[in-house]
C-alpha cells in the first residue's frame, strides 16, 4: 500500500488549526500526495459537528486555539468516540515543549510534530497513521463477517450440540460397560441397575424426567473400575484393608471421569458415581455423607446395584437366591440403604416387577416405554 494507491486518496483528513495560513500549507502538503478528501476549520468549536458529518480518518490539530484549545479538542473526541472505533490525531503545534507532548499523548494524540513543518516528514507521519486507521477498518470488517458467519451457523450449532452430547455419553456408556466387563462377563450388570433404580425412582415419585435422567445416568456408576487394577478387583476371597483402600477409589475415579460437564446426564452421572457407596447412617465412603446429604439419584441406585451384585455371580463370591437378597436389604434399612427407598424395592419385587439378568432387555423395554 503506497500513498498513491486509491485508498489512500479515499483517506478522509480533517484539518483543525486558527491561522488559514496553517491550513492552506498542509493542504498544499498533502494534495500534490493525492489525498484530496480534506475538511478544515479555523474555529475549535467546529470539530465536534464536523467530526459527526466528515467522519475523518485523521485529525490534524493544532494546540494553541481560542475557545477550544487542542487538549481539550482531544478530551472530548476521546469521551464521544465509541470504546471500539480508532481515529487517530496528529498534533501539529509551535510549541515543542515535553509537558506539552507529554499531556497532547496522553489526552489521545497518536503522534506529534513540532511547528515549522517539514513536508515530508508530514506526509510521512499521515500515511504512518491512515495505515493504522485502515487496519484497524479492515480488522472490524473482518470481525463483522465472523459474527454474521457465527449468526448464520448458530442454528445448527444448536442441532449440533445435541448430537455431540449424545456421541459423548454414548462414548462414556461404552465405557462403562468396558469397565463393568472386567468383572461382569456379560456386560449386563448396568443395565440392570439402570432399569431396577428406574423404576424404584419411578415408584418413590420422582419427576419423569428425573427418573429418565437417572436410569441413563445408572450405567456410569462404576465407570471408576477402569482405574482399579485387576488384582484388586478379581481377586478371590476377601479384600485386605490396604486393598479395599484402593478399591474405594473407583467412586472418586468415576466422578473425576463426570465432573465438569455442563450436560444434566453427566452430573448426575457424576453424583451417582460419587454417592452409590454411601451408607444411610454415614459409614459409607468416599466421604461418609449420611440421610438426606446422600443424592436421591445415589441412594436409589445403591439398592439396585447391591441386590444385582448379591444375585449375581463374581469370582470372589457366587450368586444369592433373589428373596434372600431382598431380605437382605431390608434387614439393613436405615443402616446401609434409606428405608423408604428399601421398602419401594421390596414392594417392587414382591409385585414381580422387577428382573433379572434374562429378563434385561424386556425391563428396559418396560421402563422407555
Not at 52 to 74: A, N, T
Not at 166 to 189: C, K, S, Y
Not at 218 to 226: R, Y
Request: include cysteine; charge should be negative; aromatic fraction near 4%.
Amino acid at each position: 500500500m503506497t500513498e498513491h494507491d486509491p485508498v489512500w486518496r479515499e483517506a478522509r483528513i480533517l484539518i483543525v488549526d486558527d491561522e488559514e495560513m496553517n491550513v492552506r500549507l498542509l493542504r498544499q502538503i498533502l494534495e500534490p500526495a493525492g489525498y484530496t478528501h480534506l475538511a478544515s476549520t479555523t474555529d475549535s468549536r467546529e470539530v465536534a459537528a464536523l467530526v459527526q458529518e466528515f467522519d475523518p480518518d485523521l485529525v490534524l490539530l493544532d494546540i494553541k486555539m481560542p475557545h477550544l484549545d487542542g487538549h481539550q479538542i482531544l478530551e472530548r473526541l476521546r469521551s464521544a468516540s465509541p470504546s471500539d472505533s480508532y481515529l487517530p490525531v496528529l498534533v501539529l503545534t509551535s510549541d515543542g515543549s515535553r509537558e506539552n507532548m507529554r499531556r497532547a499523548l496522553s489526552s489521545g494524540a497518536q503522534d506529534f510534530l513540532t511547528k515549522p513543518l517539514s513536508p515530508v516528514e508530514v506526509r510521512l507521519r499521515v500515511r504512518n497513521l491512515l495505515q493504522t486507521r485502515f487496519l484497524h477498518r479492515s480488522l472490524q470488517h473482518h470481525n463483522a463477517l465472523l459474527e454474521q458467519r457465527v449468526r448464520e451457523r448458530t442454528a445448527d450449532l444448536l442441532q449440533r450440540t445435541e448430537e455431540l452430547d449424545d456421541a459423548r455419553i454414548e462414548i462414556l456408556e461404552r465405557l462403562g460397560r468396558a469397565a463393568e466387563f472386567r468383572d461382569d462377563v456379560t456386560g449386563q450388570h448396568t443395565r440392570r441397575v439402570a432399569c431396577n433404580a428406574a423404576l424404584v425412582a419411578g415408584l418413590l415419585g420422582i419427576a419423569d424426567d428425573d427418573v429418565e435422567l437417572i436410569r441413563r445416568a445408572a450405567p456410569l456408576h462404576d465407570i471408576g473400575k477402569i482405574g482399579v487394577p485387576d488384582g484388586v478387583l478379581l481377586k478371590q476371597g476377601r479384600l485386605n484393608p490396604a486393598e479395599f483402600e484402593i478399591m474405594k477409589s473407583h467412586t472418586t475415579i468415576g466422578a473425576e471421569i463426570l465432573a465438569g460437564s455442563a450436560v444434566p446426564l453427566l452430573e448426575v452421572g457424576r453424583e451417582i458415581a460419587a454417592s452409590h457407596h454411601e451408607w444411610w447412617d454415614g459409614s459409607g465412603y468416599p466421604l461418609g455423607l449420611a440421610r438426606d446429604a446422600i443424592p436421591i439419584s445415589g441412594r436409589v441406585v445403591a439398592v439396585a446395584d447391591v441386590f444385582d451384585a448379591l444375585t449375581h455371580a463374581r469370582p470372589y463370591k457366587s450368586a444369592w437366591m433373589p428373596e434372600d437378597a431382598v431380605a437382605e436389604i431390608e434387614r439393613t434399612a436405615a443402616v446401609h440403604f434409606d428405608p423408604e427407598v428399601a421398602r419401594a424395592f421390596a414392594q417392587l419385587w414382591r409385585d414381580g416387577q422387577l428382573g433379572d439378568q434374562q429378563e434385561g432387555e424386556d425391563m428396559t423395554k418396560r421402563v422407555t416405554a
